[in-house]
């Protein structure tokens, strides 16, 4: 009895291809400084998840409350919980899914005319950080595990990232601070809330919280350092938070 032969039981099996692999996202744990989780956590709007919502659009906070100053044992700070009755604008844009880009501005002086509230950079966003020498923040004792790790890229500093569930969000990355002193702080930075719609079904933030920690000076010195002693300047380690009763309504400062 003859048997019968497949014309393809011969040929190599068809080996599906690997997926590409997804950018890594550094782990908050291991990316932000523990005190700064911590103080977020402990008041219980730290929001963690693999599913945050869309936050892409422009939000004003009419003004905001510097509602926490937490210090390291060495500070000298002199800031103290405060009202600022300026206006803050917030621009998320370009989210996917872990990643996105954030800008901040605050208008100073004439209407329509406003200052970068953090780095002035040369593209529409500032939420850029370090594009070289990032050995001055990861060679720092002070910089989180991640830094220390094989696990970092410089490329990492140039995105923020977006975690949580449902409507709730967490946004953490670091940015340089531009400031009339010229030091240049690198602070760790994360951002808090809830997506909601008003009346009019515009998307709004509630229950916004920021939170920095600063970390290094970047543009350091003797007389950065005399200020930071006398207590103008925040000293590495302090952590700053705000929070905005009121919900973000869409506003942008490109109107």
Same mark, same amino acid.
């Given at each position: 009895m003859s048997s019968c032969k497949k014309d393809n039981d011969n040929e190599t099996p068809i080996i599906p291809d690997e997926?590409? =692999? +997804?950018?890594?996202? =550094?782990? *908050?744990? &291991?990316y932000i400084p523990q005190r700064l989780i911590h103080l977020f956590d402990s008041i219980g709007v730290l929001h963690r998840g693999n599913q945050p919502p869309s936050i892409i659009?422009?939000?004003? +906070?009419?003004?905001?409350?510097?509602? *926490? *100053?937490n210090k390291v044992q060495e500070s000298n700070y002199l800031g103290a919980p405060a009202s600022i009755p300026n206006p803050f604008y917030y621009e998320f844009k370009e989210q996917e899914t872990n990643t996105l880009h954030v800008s901040f501005k605050t208008p100073k002086g004439t209407p329509g005319q406003y200052d970068y509230f953090l780095e002035k950079s040369d593209t529409d966003s500032t939420y850029l950080r370090f594009k070289e020498n990032t050995e001055l923040f990861t060679d720092n004792p002070i910089a989180p595990p991640y830094f220390k790790s094989s696990k970092f890229k410089a490329e990492d500093f140039r995105h923020a990232y977006i975690m949580?569930?449902?409507d709730y969000f967490t946004v953490y990355f670091y940015e340089i601070r531009d400031i009339s002193s010229g030091a240049l702080p690198l602070n760790a930075i994360l951002i808090s809330g809830k997506? +909601? @719609?008003?009346?009019?079904?515009? =998307?709004? *933030? &509630?229950?916004?919280?920021?939170? @920095?920690?600063?970390?290094?000076?970047t543009n350091g010195g003797p007389n950065i350092n005399q200020i930071i002693q006398l207590g103008f300047l925040p000293h590495p380690g302090d952590i700053i938070v705000f929070n905005n009763?009121?919900?973000?309504?869409p506003g942008s400062y490109n109107k």
């Amino acid at each position: 009895m003859s048997s019968c032969k497949k014309d393809n039981d011969n040929e190599t099996p068809i080996i599906p291809d690997e997926p590409s =692999p +997804a950018y890594s996202i =550094p782990p *908050i744990d &291991e990316y932000i400084p523990q005190r700064l989780i911590h103080l977020f956590d402990s008041i219980g709007v730290l929001h963690r998840g693999n599913q945050p919502p869309s936050i892409i659009g422009n939000f004003m +906070a009419e003004s905001i409350n510097m509602l *926490i *100053i937490n210090k390291v044992q060495e500070s000298n700070y002199l800031g103290a919980p405060a009202s600022i009755p300026n206006p803050f604008y917030y621009e998320f844009k370009e989210q996917e899914t872990n990643t996105l880009h954030v800008s901040f501005k605050t208008p100073k002086g004439t209407p329509g005319q406003y200052d970068y509230f953090l780095e002035k950079s040369d593209t529409d966003s500032t939420y850029l950080r370090f594009k070289e020498n990032t050995e001055l923040f990861t060679d720092n004792p002070i910089a989180p595990p991640y830094f220390k790790s094989s696990k970092f890229k410089a490329e990492d500093f140039r995105h923020a990232y977006i975690m949580g569930s449902g409507d709730y969000f967490t946004v953490y990355f670091y940015e340089i601070r531009d400031i009339s002193s010229g030091a240049l702080p690198l602070n760790a930075i994360l951002i808090s809330g809830k997506m +909601a @719609t008003d009346a009019e079904g515009d =998307p709004v *933030i &509630e229950d916004f919280w920021y939170g @920095t920690e600063n970390m290094t000076y970047t543009n350091g010195g003797p007389n950065i350092n005399q200020i930071i002693q006398l207590g103008f300047l925040p000293h590495p380690g302090d952590i700053i938070v705000f929070n905005n009763t009121n919900s973000l309504t869409p506003g942008s400062y490109n109107k």
